[in-house]
């Protein structure tokens, strides 16, 4: 599946796309011969360096959260430089809401927990401080930090600094030289209304272009978890992947395993729980990631797609969960761990229509009688899914739907023991709510496909 057909959001982005690419064709200088005469100099050349008033963009400062603007300000106030840095400037030039607002500073890691009482610093690889405010985290990294943290590329760009470069901004771009893509690695000071692009940043999410931002084969060897943040951006955005990105990812993909399950939950609960679970799917499909992460759905997709049978169950209910969720309101990792070890049951034993119907209701509604009859009520609702459904006998007795449903609700317990056994998902998420929320996204598709407001409203005090 082309990945330019899963971007739902692609059509509210038109007008903010428009102006991007306007903006950059204005500032798009032909500079090929400058290149030329600085690469011969082992110098960078400036002049596709882009600094944008954010403004003309559409940022305002009511888009960024009020924690983050706290952690900003009070830094400011202590004399350092601060920005709002990677998705979250990002996500605001799309005109989306940020998962999260990561802020970057000239002050060092101990100056920035002596302003804030409630912070902690964290992680040793790439430390950064996490604070807590107003019922937030944010994360606080520190450009010595980075600058320290790979000392030998230090030395590579400290020797590419061109001449008469501001400090300020050699800081900037000597720091976004070290992320991941390039539409990652854009500042924004949202005090000057100024975002700072050093590697093309802008050009490239004015074509929704997935980029590295060194050579991907490299980029993806210092670090293989960029190929899932990589494919998890690229389904939430709608992005298409760079030639040289794609390549890499095909090559690299077995490299995913050596991730500790710990770190692949993390990543997998990002791309299913904030909108995009769907075409996550795909393309972890697509570039053999998820027969690495999840061999029994990758396994079942692909026969789906051998034998050419649709509608797939699979991606229907991953479809109807990405309706339910955002960035802004995410599901519970309980929430997607149910609907697959939901499907892995009905995949390995499948059941009548009723059956699944019965379930479903029961759980909504919270009482057996209610349940049969409003499961009974839709049960001359037609539904074909081979090989998950395997009937539609609309004639048992309630002892008979007791003993099904009964028999439906150990086995969807059972799938979730074998996904978190034998795949690569934790027993991180608690199952105590996850049958809440699962039966929401089962009404949704298999028992009525149209809830009311109110029912909406009521559930989805489950997504948390």
Known sequence: MPISSMRPHASGNTGFLSRLKALINVQRFNHTLAEKELQAQGRVNMSNWKKVNSRILGITSCMISQPSWTVLKILKNKGFEAYLVGGCVRDLILNRTPKDFDVI??????QIKKQFHRSVI??????ICRVHIKGTVIE????DTVAKHDEEKEKVLSLQKPRGCDEKDFIRWRNSMCRDFTIN???????????????????DLSSLKLRTLIPAQLSFKEDC????RGLRIAARLGLSLSKDTATAIHNY???????????????????????????????LQRFNLLEI???????YLQEAKRSAKFPILLMKLFFHLDKLVSCDRPADCSLWVGLLAFHLALVNNPREALVIRTFASVLYHGNWEEGVKFAKEQAEMHVDFVPEISGSSNFKSDEELAKGVTLLASLVQDSISTLTETENLSNQCPDTHFLHALVLVLLWH?????????TTNIDLQFIR
């Open 140 to 143: 606080v990294s520190s450009f």
């Open 293 to 299: 992460l999840l061999p029994f759905h990758a396994a």
């Open 253 to 283: 993909s077995s490299s995913v395993q050596g991730l500790g399950k710990t770190r692949i939950m993390m990543e997998l609960n990002y791309m299913f729980s904030y909108g995009a679970a769907e075409p996550s799917l795909w393309l």
């Open 122 to 127: 964290v992680g040793r690889r790439f430390p």
């Open 185 to 203: 690695s854009l500042f924004f000071d949202p005090f000057v209304n100024k975002i700072y692009d050093y590697a093309d940043g802008m050009v």
């Open 446 to 454: 298999i028992s009525v496909n149209v809830l009311t407001a109110e």
């Open 225 to 228: 978890a960029r190929i899932l």
């Open 105 to 110: 500073t000239t002050a060092k890691l101990n």
